[in-house]
Protein backbone atom coordinates (compact mmCIF):
# COMPACT_ATOMS: atom_id res chain seq x y z
CA UNK A 1 0.00 0.00 0.00
CA UNK A 2 1.64 3.23 -1.16
CA UNK A 3 2.11 5.83 1.53
CA UNK A 4 1.91 8.88 -0.83
CA UNK A 5 -0.69 11.55 -0.26
CA UNK A 6 -3.80 11.62 -2.37
CA UNK A 7 -5.35 13.88 -4.75
CA UNK A 8 -8.71 13.62 -5.66
CA UNK A 9 -10.43 14.24 -9.30
CA UNK A 10 -13.28 16.84 -9.80
CA UNK A 11 -16.24 14.91 -10.76
CA UNK A 12 -17.27 17.05 -12.75
CA UNK A 13 -13.94 16.97 -15.24
CA UNK A 14 -13.38 12.96 -14.53
CA UNK A 15 -15.34 11.60 -17.09
CA UNK A 16 -13.20 13.41 -19.72
CA UNK A 17 -9.96 12.44 -17.92
CA UNK A 18 -10.70 8.81 -17.54
CA UNK A 19 -10.87 8.73 -21.46
CA UNK A 20 -7.70 10.36 -21.82
CA UNK A 21 -4.13 9.58 -21.31
CA UNK A 22 -2.71 12.58 -20.77
CA UNK A 23 0.02 13.28 -18.62
CA UNK A 24 -0.89 16.29 -16.87
CA UNK A 25 -3.92 17.53 -14.75
CA UNK A 26 -4.42 21.15 -14.18
CA UNK A 27 -6.01 22.98 -11.26
CA UNK A 28 -9.51 22.39 -12.02
CA UNK A 29 -9.25 18.58 -12.27
CA UNK A 30 -8.42 17.91 -8.63
CA UNK A 31 -10.40 19.06 -4.94
CA UNK A 32 -7.73 21.08 -3.69
CA UNK A 33 -5.55 18.69 -2.00
CA UNK A 34 -4.08 19.04 1.80
CA UNK A 35 -0.86 18.84 3.45
CA UNK A 36 1.30 17.83 0.05
CA UNK A 37 4.43 19.83 -0.40
CA UNK A 38 5.21 21.40 -3.94
CA UNK A 39 7.17 18.74 -5.87
CA UNK A 40 6.03 15.92 -3.72
CA UNK A 41 5.20 12.45 -5.15
CA UNK A 42 1.31 11.78 -4.88
CA UNK A 43 -1.62 9.11 -5.66
CA UNK A 44 -3.94 10.81 -7.87
CA UNK A 45 -7.91 8.55 -7.41
CA UNK A 46 -11.25 8.95 -9.08
CA UNK A 47 -14.12 11.01 -6.79
CA UNK A 48 -14.96 7.97 -5.06
CA UNK A 49 -11.59 8.20 -3.30
CA UNK A 50 -10.84 4.77 -3.88
CA UNK A 51 -9.97 4.20 -7.77
CA UNK A 52 -6.57 4.18 -8.55
CA UNK A 53 -5.51 6.79 -11.43
CA UNK A 54 -2.36 7.67 -11.43
CA UNK A 55 0.99 8.59 -9.91
CA UNK A 56 2.90 11.88 -10.28
CA UNK A 57 4.04 14.70 -8.59
CA UNK A 58 2.08 17.88 -7.57
CA UNK A 59 3.05 21.77 -7.48
CA UNK A 60 0.52 24.38 -6.79
CA UNK A 61 2.78 26.48 -8.48
CA UNK A 62 2.34 25.67 -11.62
CA UNK A 63 -0.89 25.32 -13.99
CA UNK A 64 0.05 21.97 -14.34
CA UNK A 65 -0.57 20.56 -10.97
CA UNK A 66 -0.08 17.21 -11.23
CA UNK A 67 2.38 15.61 -13.76
CA UNK A 68 2.11 11.48 -13.94
CA UNK A 69 4.97 8.79 -14.02
CA UNK A 70 2.82 6.00 -14.07
CA UNK A 71 -0.51 4.93 -14.39
CA UNK A 72 0.60 1.59 -12.50
CA UNK A 73 -0.20 1.58 -8.83
CA UNK A 74 2.58 -1.11 -8.55
CA UNK A 75 5.56 1.22 -9.55
CA UNK A 76 7.68 2.46 -6.67
CA UNK A 77 8.90 6.10 -7.68
CA UNK A 78 12.76 5.59 -7.04
CA UNK A 79 16.30 4.88 -8.28
CA UNK A 80 15.38 1.39 -9.97
CA UNK A 81 11.94 3.03 -11.56
CA UNK A 82 14.48 5.30 -12.96
CA UNK A 83 16.80 2.80 -13.93
CA UNK A 84 14.18 0.81 -15.66
CA UNK A 85 12.50 3.59 -18.26
CA UNK A 86 16.07 4.02 -19.12
CA UNK A 87 17.15 1.22 -20.27
CA UNK A 88 13.77 0.66 -21.89
CA UNK A 89 14.20 4.22 -23.44
CA UNK A 90 17.93 3.51 -24.44
CA UNK A 91 16.67 0.13 -26.25
CA UNK A 92 13.87 1.95 -28.41
CA UNK A 93 16.39 4.56 -29.64
CA UNK A 94 18.88 1.86 -30.45
CA UNK A 95 16.21 0.47 -32.54
CA UNK A 96 15.76 3.37 -34.57
CA UNK A 97 18.96 5.20 -35.04
CA UNK A 98 22.21 3.62 -36.43
CA UNK A 99 24.59 4.07 -33.66
CA UNK A 100 27.46 2.91 -35.42
CA UNK A 101 27.25 6.56 -37.61
CA UNK A 102 25.26 8.25 -35.08
CA UNK A 103 26.55 9.03 -31.23
CA UNK A 104 24.56 11.99 -30.39
CA UNK A 105 20.49 11.87 -29.95
CA UNK A 106 17.96 12.82 -27.22
CA UNK A 107 17.15 9.07 -24.54
CA UNK A 108 14.73 11.31 -22.64
CA UNK A 109 12.36 13.24 -24.17
CA UNK A 110 10.15 14.62 -21.39
CA UNK A 111 6.28 13.43 -21.33
CA UNK A 112 6.64 11.94 -24.33
CA UNK A 113 8.86 9.42 -22.84
CA UNK A 114 7.06 8.98 -19.42
CA UNK A 115 9.67 11.36 -17.96
CA UNK A 116 7.82 14.74 -17.38
CA UNK A 117 9.82 17.42 -16.65
CA UNK A 118 13.44 15.74 -17.98
CA UNK A 119 15.84 15.74 -20.54
CA UNK A 120 18.51 13.64 -21.28
CA UNK A 121 20.91 14.11 -24.16
CA UNK A 122 23.80 11.98 -25.39
CA UNK A 123 27.16 13.74 -26.80
CA UNK A 124 29.48 10.20 -27.07
CA UNK A 125 30.08 9.26 -23.57
CA UNK A 126 29.05 12.78 -22.43
CA UNK A 127 25.73 13.40 -21.22
CA UNK A 128 23.53 16.65 -20.86
CA UNK A 129 20.72 16.72 -18.98
CA UNK A 130 18.03 19.35 -18.17
CA UNK A 131 15.01 19.35 -15.10
CA UNK A 132 12.26 21.60 -16.12
CA UNK A 133 9.65 20.68 -12.85
CA UNK A 134 10.12 21.26 -9.22
CA UNK A 135 9.04 17.60 -8.80
CA UNK A 136 12.08 15.95 -11.19
CA UNK A 137 14.26 18.38 -8.94
CA UNK A 138 13.28 16.88 -5.79
CA UNK A 139 13.98 13.69 -7.93
CA UNK A 140 17.33 14.65 -9.27
CA UNK A 141 19.30 12.87 -6.53
CA UNK A 142 17.69 9.22 -7.46
CA UNK A 143 17.91 10.50 -11.48
CA UNK A 144 21.67 11.05 -11.12
CA UNK A 145 22.16 8.00 -9.79
CA UNK A 146 20.39 5.77 -12.26
CA UNK A 147 22.31 7.80 -14.89
CA UNK A 148 25.05 6.54 -13.52
CA UNK A 149 24.19 3.19 -13.39
CA UNK A 150 22.36 2.98 -17.11
CA UNK A 151 25.22 4.74 -18.77
CA UNK A 152 28.20 5.12 -17.06
CA UNK A 153 28.61 8.08 -18.12
CA UNK A 154 32.70 9.64 -18.63
CA UNK A 155 31.01 12.88 -17.51
CA UNK A 156 27.16 13.78 -16.92
CA UNK A 157 26.43 17.98 -17.11
CA UNK A 158 23.45 19.62 -16.16
CA UNK A 159 21.94 22.51 -18.40
CA UNK A 160 19.12 23.41 -16.44
CA UNK A 161 19.24 27.12 -17.20
CA UNK A 162 15.86 27.36 -18.39
CA UNK A 163 13.91 29.89 -17.66
CA UNK A 164 10.84 27.33 -17.10
CA UNK A 165 12.03 26.63 -13.61
CA UNK A 166 11.31 30.04 -12.80
CA UNK A 167 7.35 29.21 -13.66
CA UNK A 168 7.75 26.07 -11.02
CA UNK A 169 8.72 28.30 -8.11
CA UNK A 170 11.94 27.00 -8.82
CA UNK A 171 14.84 29.74 -7.66
CA UNK A 172 17.96 28.15 -9.23
CA UNK A 173 18.52 27.32 -13.21
CA UNK A 174 21.92 25.79 -12.89
CA UNK A 175 24.31 24.83 -15.20
CA UNK A 176 27.17 22.32 -13.65
CA UNK A 177 29.27 19.37 -13.18
CA UNK A 178 27.69 16.24 -12.05
CA UNK A 179 29.46 13.77 -12.34
CA UNK A 180 32.85 12.09 -14.06
CA UNK A 181 35.56 14.01 -15.62
CA UNK A 182 35.53 18.12 -15.81
CA UNK A 183 34.83 19.63 -19.34
CA UNK A 184 38.18 21.20 -21.03
CA UNK A 185 36.60 22.45 -23.96
CA UNK A 186 33.94 21.29 -26.95
CA UNK A 187 33.91 17.50 -27.48
CA UNK A 188 33.61 15.94 -30.96
CA UNK A 189 30.33 13.85 -31.74
CA UNK A 190 28.72 12.33 -35.30
CA UNK A 191 25.92 12.11 -36.65
CA UNK A 192 25.02 10.58 -39.64
CA UNK A 193 28.59 9.82 -40.01
CA UNK A 194 29.62 13.18 -39.97
CA UNK A 195 31.73 14.18 -36.90
CA UNK A 196 30.77 18.00 -35.28
CA UNK A 197 32.15 20.08 -32.29
CA UNK A 198 29.35 21.01 -29.46
CA UNK A 199 30.15 22.80 -26.41
CA UNK A 200 27.65 21.61 -23.86
CA UNK A 201 28.62 24.12 -21.23
CA UNK A 202 28.02 27.49 -22.97
CA UNK A 203 25.86 26.29 -26.21
CA UNK A 204 22.09 26.64 -27.06
CA UNK A 205 19.86 23.96 -25.28
CA UNK A 206 22.51 21.11 -24.71
CA UNK A 207 24.78 22.30 -27.34
CA UNK A 208 23.42 21.25 -30.49
CA UNK A 209 19.68 20.97 -32.21
CA UNK A 210 19.86 16.67 -32.50
CA UNK A 211 16.15 17.41 -33.79
CA UNK A 212 16.83 18.53 -36.75
CA UNK A 213 19.55 15.41 -37.40
CA UNK A 214 17.45 13.65 -40.26
CA UNK A 215 16.17 17.24 -41.78
CA UNK A 216 20.01 18.09 -42.30
CA UNK A 217 20.25 14.87 -44.30
CA UNK A 218 17.31 14.97 -46.58
CA UNK A 219 18.30 18.03 -47.69
CA UNK A 220 21.68 17.12 -49.38
CA UNK A 221 19.75 15.49 -52.59
CA UNK A 222 18.79 19.21 -53.47
CA UNK A 223 22.10 21.02 -53.08
CA UNK A 224 24.17 19.66 -55.51
CA UNK A 225 25.76 22.31 -57.76
CA UNK A 226 23.71 25.21 -55.97
CA UNK A 227 24.04 28.46 -54.29
CA UNK A 228 22.46 28.10 -50.56
CA UNK A 229 21.96 30.49 -47.56
CA UNK A 230 21.64 29.40 -43.94
CA UNK A 231 20.20 32.13 -41.91
CA UNK A 232 20.08 31.57 -38.45
CA UNK A 233 22.79 29.18 -39.14
CA UNK A 234 23.69 28.52 -35.22
CA UNK A 235 27.10 26.46 -35.35
CA UNK A 236 26.15 25.33 -39.12
CA UNK A 237 24.85 22.31 -39.15
CA UNK A 238 22.94 22.35 -42.24
CA UNK A 239 26.13 24.53 -44.22
CA UNK A 240 28.27 21.21 -43.30
CA UNK A 241 25.83 18.49 -44.73
CA UNK A 242 25.60 21.17 -47.93
CA UNK A 243 29.33 21.72 -48.52
CA UNK A 244 29.98 17.91 -48.17
CA UNK A 245 27.12 17.19 -50.72
CA UNK A 246 28.36 19.54 -53.53
CA UNK A 247 27.02 22.55 -52.77
CA UNK A 248 28.93 25.51 -55.08
CA UNK A 249 28.47 28.59 -52.61
CA UNK A 250 27.37 28.67 -48.89
CA UNK A 251 26.62 31.40 -47.25
CA UNK A 252 26.07 30.65 -43.65
CA UNK A 253 24.66 33.12 -41.25
CA UNK A 254 23.97 33.93 -37.85
CA UNK A 255 23.63 37.00 -35.05
CA UNK A 256 26.20 35.36 -32.84
CA UNK A 257 29.63 35.99 -33.33
CA UNK A 258 30.02 32.54 -31.06
CA UNK A 259 28.36 30.73 -33.30
CA UNK A 260 29.85 32.15 -36.63
CA UNK A 261 33.57 30.55 -34.94
CA UNK A 262 32.49 27.34 -34.13
CA UNK A 263 30.61 27.14 -38.02
CA UNK A 264 34.00 27.62 -38.98
CA UNK A 265 35.21 24.94 -36.68
CA UNK A 266 32.76 22.25 -37.61
CA UNK A 267 33.96 23.02 -41.53
CA UNK A 268 37.60 22.42 -40.56
CA UNK A 269 36.97 19.65 -39.05
CA UNK A 270 34.95 18.01 -42.31
CA UNK A 271 37.67 19.48 -44.06
CA UNK A 272 36.48 22.09 -45.74
CA UNK A 273 38.29 24.40 -45.93
CA UNK A 274 36.14 27.79 -44.53
CA UNK A 275 37.91 30.06 -46.27
CA UNK A 276 35.91 29.06 -49.78
CA UNK A 277 32.89 29.55 -47.96
CA UNK A 278 31.12 33.17 -46.57
CA UNK A 279 30.29 33.19 -42.97
CA UNK A 280 28.38 36.52 -41.73
CA UNK A 281 27.77 37.93 -38.50
CA UNK A 282 24.33 39.78 -39.28
CA UNK A 283 20.73 40.33 -38.23
CA UNK A 284 18.78 38.05 -40.21
CA UNK A 285 16.30 40.69 -40.50
CA UNK A 286 18.29 43.46 -41.60
CA UNK A 287 20.65 40.77 -43.70
CA UNK A 288 17.61 39.47 -45.92
CA UNK A 289 16.27 43.60 -46.45
CA UNK A 290 19.72 44.16 -47.49
CA UNK A 291 20.22 41.28 -49.70
CA UNK A 292 17.03 42.21 -51.84
CA UNK A 293 17.84 46.06 -52.18
CA UNK A 294 21.25 44.94 -53.80
CA UNK A 295 19.48 42.17 -55.42
CA UNK A 296 21.44 39.17 -54.28
CA UNK A 297 19.75 35.54 -54.56
CA UNK A 298 20.62 32.35 -53.92
CA UNK A 299 19.21 28.96 -55.19
CA UNK A 300 18.04 27.63 -51.89
CA UNK A 301 17.69 29.41 -48.36
CA UNK A 302 17.20 27.49 -44.90
CA UNK A 303 15.21 29.42 -42.35
CA UNK A 304 15.73 27.50 -39.55
CA UNK A 305 15.15 30.31 -36.43
CA UNK A 306 14.72 30.37 -33.12
CA UNK A 307 11.24 29.91 -31.42
CA UNK A 308 10.07 33.02 -32.56
CA UNK A 309 6.73 31.92 -30.01
CA UNK A 310 7.27 31.42 -26.86
CA UNK A 311 3.82 31.19 -25.05
CA UNK A 312 0.39 32.14 -26.60
CA UNK A 313 0.99 35.98 -25.47
CA UNK A 314 3.54 35.81 -28.48
CA UNK A 315 1.37 34.38 -30.81
CA UNK A 316 0.56 36.64 -33.07
CA UNK A 317 3.93 39.29 -33.02
CA UNK A 318 5.90 35.72 -33.64
CA UNK A 319 3.91 34.69 -36.51
CA UNK A 320 4.38 38.13 -38.12
CA UNK A 321 8.25 37.42 -37.82
CA UNK A 322 7.72 33.98 -39.81
CA UNK A 323 5.70 35.58 -42.39
CA UNK A 324 8.43 38.81 -42.86
CA UNK A 325 11.30 36.50 -43.32
CA UNK A 326 9.51 33.56 -45.49
CA UNK A 327 8.49 37.12 -47.57
CA UNK A 328 12.10 38.26 -48.02
CA UNK A 329 13.48 34.90 -49.04
CA UNK A 330 11.24 34.12 -51.77
CA UNK A 331 11.83 37.42 -52.88
CA UNK A 332 15.33 36.59 -53.41
CA UNK A 333 15.21 32.89 -54.48
CA UNK A 334 14.19 32.11 -58.61
CA UNK A 335 11.77 30.50 -59.97
CA UNK A 336 13.07 26.50 -59.10
CA UNK A 337 14.53 27.93 -56.44
CA UNK A 338 13.80 25.83 -52.98
CA UNK A 339 12.34 27.38 -49.18
CA UNK A 340 13.46 25.53 -46.47
CA UNK A 341 11.23 26.58 -43.65
CA UNK A 342 11.19 25.70 -39.99
CA UNK A 343 9.36 26.24 -37.02
CA UNK A 344 10.26 25.00 -33.07
CA UNK A 345 7.85 26.32 -31.50
CA UNK A 346 5.19 23.86 -30.20
CA UNK A 347 2.46 26.99 -30.41
CA UNK A 348 2.94 27.32 -33.96
CA UNK A 349 0.43 24.16 -35.38
CA UNK A 350 0.77 22.66 -38.65
CA UNK A 351 -2.50 24.48 -40.27
CA UNK A 352 -0.69 27.60 -38.49
CA UNK A 353 2.32 27.34 -40.37
CA UNK A 354 0.95 26.23 -43.49
CA UNK A 355 -1.28 29.57 -43.74
CA UNK A 356 1.76 31.54 -42.54
CA UNK A 357 3.44 30.01 -45.57
CA UNK A 358 0.20 30.56 -48.25
CA UNK A 359 0.03 34.08 -47.12
CA UNK A 360 3.96 34.74 -47.87
CA UNK A 361 3.34 32.81 -51.33
CA UNK A 362 0.83 35.39 -52.34
CA UNK A 363 2.27 38.32 -50.80
CA UNK A 364 4.89 38.07 -53.06
CA UNK A 365 2.66 36.57 -56.14
CA UNK A 366 4.65 33.16 -56.30
CA UNK A 367 3.14 29.33 -56.40
CA UNK A 368 4.86 27.04 -53.91
CA UNK A 369 4.75 23.52 -54.41
CA UNK A 370 5.40 21.50 -51.47
CA UNK A 371 8.54 19.00 -51.79
CA UNK A 372 8.63 17.59 -48.58
CA UNK A 373 6.99 18.00 -44.96
CA UNK A 374 8.65 16.82 -42.28
CA UNK A 375 8.72 16.96 -38.33
CA UNK A 376 10.92 15.77 -35.38
CA UNK A 377 13.08 12.29 -35.13
CA UNK A 378 12.02 9.29 -33.56
CA UNK A 379 14.64 10.33 -30.35
CA UNK A 380 12.39 13.14 -30.05
CA UNK A 381 8.83 10.92 -29.88
CA UNK A 382 4.97 12.35 -29.64
CA UNK A 383 2.70 10.88 -28.57
CA UNK A 384 -1.16 11.28 -29.34
CA UNK A 385 -2.42 11.35 -25.94
CA UNK A 386 0.06 14.26 -25.67
CA UNK A 387 -0.01 16.41 -28.85
CA UNK A 388 2.14 19.25 -26.68
CA UNK A 389 4.88 17.01 -27.89
CA UNK A 390 4.84 17.66 -31.56
CA UNK A 391 6.61 21.03 -32.10
CA UNK A 392 9.23 20.87 -35.03
CA UNK A 393 7.78 22.02 -38.62
CA UNK A 394 10.23 21.51 -41.56
CA UNK A 395 9.01 22.48 -44.79
CA UNK A 396 11.04 21.95 -48.62
CA UNK A 397 9.14 23.98 -50.70
CA UNK A 398 9.77 24.67 -55.02
CA UNK A 399 9.20 28.32 -56.12
CA UNK A 400 6.75 29.11 -59.00
Avoid at 90 to 116: H, M
Amino acid sequence: MSSLKPVFLSYRKEAALVKLRHPWLFSDAILKPEGIADGELCDVFLSDKQTFFGRGYYNSKSKIVVRFLTRNQQHVVDQHFFEDRLRELKAIRERFIYTDKTNAYRLVFGESDGLPGLVLDKYDEVYVMQIHTAGMEMLKPVVVEAIKKVFDPKTLYERSDVNVRLLEGLKECPSQHLFGEELAGDIVFKENGIPFYVDVVHGQKTGFFLDQRENRKSLQKYVTGKTLLNAFCYTAGFSVYAALAGASRITSMDISKHAIEAAKNNFQLNGLDSEKFEFVVADVFRYLSDCIKEKIGFDIIILDPPAFVKNAKSLDKGMAGYLQINEFALKMLPVGGILVSSSCSAFVTDAMFQKMLTLASHRTRCNLKVLEIRHQPPDHPFNLDFPEGKYLKFWVLEKG
